[in-house]
C-alpha cells in the first residue's frame, strides 16, 4: 500500500483530523519546491499535494494560476516534480505525497511510463482533475497494482452515480470540493459540506477530505467536525506572493502550524 492509508489510519487512533497542503512545484522558484514541502511538515502538514504545473489548470483560479504560470517560466515539467518528490523522500520517508495536475502530461509520455516514474520517485497517488472515472478503471487498477493511489474529487453537484463509481475505483482518500467553481473562489458553507460529507459516507468508505476555500484556522475547525482531513491550497500560494521568495519558507511553516494548531484545538 502507499503511505496514506497507514498516514489516515495513525490520524483516527490519535483522534486528530488530516491536515492536506498543496503547492505547486517549481513557484516561487525550483530551489525552493523541497524546502517548502519540508516547511509544510515542520508545520503540521499530514499529506502534501505537489502540484504539476499545466498552461491550462481549469480547476484554478487565479492564484493558482499565477503559481503555474511562475513554475513554467522555469521551465517545470513532469520529470522536474518526480526530481523533486525524490530529493525530498532522501530525508523524509514516512510523509504522503500525491502528485495533482491534469491528463496532458500523463498521457503525453504514457499512463505505464507515468506510473513507474511516480513509483521510482517515492509518490504515493495522484489526482488527475479531467480524468473521470468512468474513464479510468484500468489506470486505476495499474496504480494500486503499483501501491500508488488514484485519488477522486467529488463536487457539491457530483450525482449518486458519479459518487458510486468513485467509491469503486478510488483509492487513498476522497477529495470533496466545497465550492461550485475553481480554487479559492469563495466561503465555504458548512452546514451545506456536512450534508454533502453525509451522503457521500453512505457510498464512500474511504477517508474524506475537504478542500477549495479553507482560508483560516476558523474555517478549518469547521470543516474538521465533519471530514477526516481539510485541505488547503491557495492560501498558501497566497502565503508565498505575500512573503516573496526570500521569506516563503518560514511564512509557510508558520502559516501551516497555526492551521494545525487550530485543528488541534490548541
Do not use: W
Amino acid at each position: 500500500m502507499s503511505r496514506i492509508e497507514p498516514t489516515f489510519a495513525a490520524l483516527r487512533e490519535q483522534n486528530k483530523t488530516g491536515l492536506v497542503t498543496f503547492i505547486t512545484a517549481g513557484d516561487p522558484g525550483p530551489d525552493l519546491t523541497v524546502p517548502l514541502m519540508h516547511a509544510l511538515v515542520e508545520g503540521g502538514a499530514d499529506v502534501l499535494e505537489l502540484g504539476v504545473p499545466f498552461s491550462d489548470p481549469m480547476a484554478e483560479g487565479p492564484v493558482i494560476q499565477r503559481a503555474c504560470e511562475r513554475a513554467l517560466k522555469f521551465g517545470i515539467g513532469l520529470q522536474d516534480v518526480f526530481g523533486f518528490v525524490r530529493e525530498f523522500r532522501k530525508t523524509n520517508a514516512t510523509t504522503p505525497v500525491v502528485l495533482m495536475g491534469y491528463a496532458n502530461p500523463i498521457e503525453r509520455i504514457g499512463p505505464e511510463e507515468f506510473i513507474r516514474c511516480a513509483k521510482e520517485a517515492g509518490a504515493d497517488g495522484a489526482i488527475v482533475v479531467d480524468y473521470p472515472p468512468e474513464e479510468c478503471e484500468a489506470f486505476a487498477e495499474a496504480m494500486r497494482a503499483n501501491d500508488l493511489d488514484l485519488i477522486f474529487l467529488l463536487a457539491p453537484t457530483s450525482t449518486t452515480q458519479r459518487i458510486q463509481q468513485v467509491a469503486r475505483y478510488g483509492s487513498g482518500f476522497s477529495y470533496y470540493v466545497s465550492l461550485k467553481g475553481v480554487t479559492g473562489a469563495g466561503s465555504i458553507d458548512t452546514e451545506d459540506v456536512a450534508r454533502r460529507v453525509a451522503a457521500i459516507r453512505e457510498h464512500v468508505r474511504l477517508p474524506i477530505g475537504v478542500g477549495f476555500g479553507i482560508r483560516d484556522g476558523q474555517t478549518a475547525k469547521a470543516v474538521a467536525s465533519v471530514a477526516d482531513a481539510v485541505v488547503i491550497g491557495s492560501r498558501i500560494i497566497q502565503e508565498i506572493e505575500n512573503a516573496g521568495a526570500a521569506a516563503a519558507v518560514p511564512a509557510v511553516r508558520d502559516f501551516v502550524g497555526g492551521i494545525r494548531a487550530a485543528l488541534d484545538g490548541a
